[in-house]
């Protein structure tokens, strides 16, 4: 066979989609890389959610668990961020929380990547980075920026309907790898419901007194900046939300409906003796509005579309013409969690949990979150 034009042609495409199935399968791999955490010097325990639930072991849904005992008999508080890994603030929340906090009483547990499946992944056909740096006094430092649900390659097929484990509740099949639909989840279940009864068995365990889910979700979302409860909660909530009023600070109190199942603020509530609160900020980076899907959106919040929606008000949606900074997002979860836990502390003195050096909302605004990053 001779060698004509139109075979270096083809050998031109050939070479040219291998390296970029090289590039990108680079990048896709690149994703199995963990973050780090640097836990506060008041760390007593590393432990694995896989301690709680030995079947997840060496699997893709094994996350760390950072546990931290001040000594002094109270209650404990968990908090989970990463619940839905496109929702960097409730993650980074949680690591700033893990790197500062330092409990004076009861203790403080803290899973910054609760679904950690979902941290391998970007969701298909949103053009999001897969990761973002944050610049801190150490240097730089990178997070992966996650999919709502977990990885499709550690379950697969989506059922065409998902149907809740134990209520029946149906929904549509790519929930089914959502884990804020799949608790109480059970032992023997699909991947997501064995991560979601290891929360359980974790919260059982531990005897949690008190139980954060940290989340974000589009700016035309109706319940955004917002704290849902169990009924459970209610009182506590609201205490927290009339004194986050006096900072100038405004949460809608939602409660959580009682027949929407498999959400961490209904079944943690119902299944355990937890007091379990959800928050909720608001991310362009999630909303149908948006334009370009960079690095510069996640941590900036600013987006021209969003900004020409909110000058023009046809579109209800909750975003600040100057854009909804990460540093904003993290502070409004971790002035939140402060409230709530000052209002649980009032509620029940005998599982108090006390804890200091957490900054407050307006030194992380000011000083930029990577402040507070070790
Ligand atoms: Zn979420």
């Known amino acids: 066979m001779t060698f004509r034009p139109h075979h270096r042609t083809a050998a031109f495409f050939v070479l040219a989609a291998a390296a970029a199935a090289a590039a990108a399968s680079f990048e896709f791999l690149s994703m199995r890389r963990s973050d780090a955490v640097h836990p506060s010097g008041a760390l007593t325990r590393s432990a694995m959610l896989s301690d709680y639930a030995p079947s997840l072991r060496d699997t893709p849904g094994d996350t760390p668990v950072y546990i931290f005992d001040s000594g002094v008999p109270g209650g404990t508080a968990l908090v989970l961020g990463g619940t839905h890994p496109n929702e960097s603030a409730g993650f980074i929340a949680a690591v700033l929380l893990a790197e500062n906090v330092r409990p004076t009483r009861g203790r403080v547990i803290i899973v910054p990547q609760a679904c950690a499946s979902g941290f391998t992944a970007t969701d298909p056909l949103e053009a999001c ?57 059970r032992e023997e279940g699909t991947f997501m419901e064995r991560v979601g009864h290891a929360f359980l068995s974790l919260i059982r365990t531990e005897n949690v007194s008190v139980a954060f889910d940290l ?5 035309e979302v109706m319940i955004i900046n917002a704290i849902i409860t169990h009924e459970k909660g209610t009182d506590i909530a609201a205490g927290a939300v009339l004194n986050l009023e006096f900072e100038d600070l405004k949460y809608s109190l939602e409660i959580s409906p009682k027949r929407f ?37 996640v941590l900036e919040g600013n987006d021209p579309f969003y900004r020409t929606a909110a000058a023009l008000g046809t579109v209800r949606i909750t975003y600040r013409p100057e854009g909804e900074p990460l540093s904003l997002r993290v502070a409004r979860h971790v002035q939140g969690f402060r409230r709530l836990m000052e209002s649980f502390n009032e509620t029940y003195p005998d599982a108090a949990c006390t804890f200091e050096a957490v900054p407050d909302y307006t030194e992380i605004l000011e000083a930029g979150v990577g402040r507070y990053l070790r």
């Open 261 to 297: 199942h498999g959400l961490s603020h209904r079944e943690w509530g119902d299944s355990t003796g937890a007091v379990p609160f959800l928050m909720e900020t608001s991310n362009p980076v999630q909303g149908r509005l948006r334009g370009v899907t960079d690095e510069a959106l």
């Open 129 to 185: 980075p897969t990761h973002f740096t944050i610049e801190t006094a150490g240097g730089p430092r990178r997070f992966r920026f996650g999919a709502r649900g977990g990885n499709p390659l550690h379950q697969w097929p989506d059922p065409l309907v998902y149907r809740h484990f134990p209520s029946g509740q149906q929904l549509s099949g790519m929930e089914s790898r959502n884990l804020n639909r799949s608790y109480p989840g």
């Open 215 to 219: 989340h974000e979700a589009a700016p």
